[in-house]
């Protein structure tokens, strides 16, 4: 399989995506692999496959590499005497900013470019956490309670603590704080607002119990991948959640069940149906008191979440194979050929 992996992006997360774009290098081996490298400038590179190495990036030897322009089915390296096309399915693996804000989707569907990733109207809703409780109460999935504050006008928090305090358009746990009391409220709010203009506070859940289940649709069906509950303590921070994302060995499936996997499947595919398809997805659920909630969606999950499936290679092919295609409105002026016959010009 054809498979060119797009990352980087001008984002918080731009480490991350070049770090989950190493590990699908090695996960996916045995593909006909092609990488494309957005930096923090908007210029594309095209990146050799035998450099796809950390410090390639940090010590800015990417920039030697050639320069990538999109063009309609594809990416087009020029040269002096002529131009490579660069065709196949496009990985959308820009983490936060660009990636799953709708940048790049508008970008691959305005030049008729096939690509797995969450479209616009799905990153639209998955980008920012006041958008994510909006679409899960409009589809009957619950959440935790929220509150959101803005930067420019002052509103005083109504729930208790402790709370949590996170920016409104921002992944990785980057900019959260967990709050236990007043005193700490301004130092958080300061924190976040620095990543983002509206940041949303939640309570605290003591004991609450966490899952992750990713999946995807293909052929009209949904597939699932295993259901993971991650150990941690109070949160993953960045740190973690960093070192989490370069993970490519199998996890360990939840002790938990049926009846609750049965639970977290229905609310994950009233979340994704008629509005992801052609993603692979993570959503991320709270399990309190027997109640399943929505906590996030992950649209582009660190290394597509390829930890959690059994066969993920797979997953892409199946995947690839069931992209949807948004048809082009053809122009055939008619309008203005009827009005010129009209007016007899």
Do not use: W
């Not at 616009?120 to 809703?125: G, K, P, Q, T």
């Not at 980057?174 to 939640?202: C, H, N, P, Q, R």
């Not at 699932?224 to 060995?249: A, C, G, W």
């Not at 930890?307 to 203005?336: C, G, M, N």
């Amino acid at each position: 399989m054809k498979l060119t992996i797009l990352f980087g992006g001008a984002s918080f997360e731009h480490e991350i995506s070049i770090v989950s774009a190493i590990t699908l290098k090695e996960k996916l081996h045995d593909f006909d692999l092609s990488f494309v490298f957005c930096d923090s400038e908007h210029i594309f590179y095209s990146i050799d496959k035998k450099k796809m190495k950390a410090n390639t990036f940090s010590k800015g030897e990417y920039k030697k590499m050639p320069q990538l322009h999109l063009a309609q089915g594809g990416f087009t390296q020029k040269s002096m005497f002529s131009s490579m096309h660069h065709t196949g399915t496009v990985l959308n693996l820009i983490h936060g900013a660009d990636g799953e804000d709708g940048t790049i989707a508008s970008l691959l569907d305005f030049f008729s470019i096939k690509y797995i990733g969450p479209r616009i109207d799905a990153s639209v809703f998955s980008f920012d956490k006041r958008y994510t409780k909006y679409l899960a109460n409009a589809v009957g999935v619950k959440s935790v309670k929220y509150e959101v504050l803005y930067a420019d006008r002052h509103t005083d928090i109504k729930m208790p603590f402790p709370i949590i305090v996170k920016p409104s358009r921002l992944g990785s746990s980057i900019g959260v704080s967990i709050v236990k009391e007043e005193s700490e409220l301004d130092y958080a709010l300061d924190t976040a607002f620095e990543f983002d203009k509206s940041v949303i506070v939640e309570p605290f859940l003591e004991g609450v119990k966490e899952y992750n289940l990713a999946g995807y649709k293909a052929n009209g069906e949904m597939f699932y991948s295993i259901v993971e509950e991650p150990q941690k303590e109070e949160f993953l921070n960045f740190e973690k959640k960093y070192m989490d994302f370069s993970r490519s060995e199998q996890v360990l499936k939840a002790d938990i069940s049926e009846e609750l996997i049965a639970k977290l499947q229905a609310s994950f595919e009233k979340i994704y149906d008629g509005l992801f398809e052609g993603a692979l997805i993570r959503c991320d659920f709270f399990v309190v008191d027997g109640d399943v909630l929505l906590n996030e969606i992950n649209p582009i999950p660190g290394s597509m979440a390829n930890y959690l499936f059994e066969d993920f290679k797979q997953a892409i092919e199946d995947l690839s194979e069931s992209l949807p295609h948004s048809k082009r409105v053809k122009s055939t002026y008619e309008y203005i050929h009827s009005i010129s016959a009209a007016k007899g010009k």
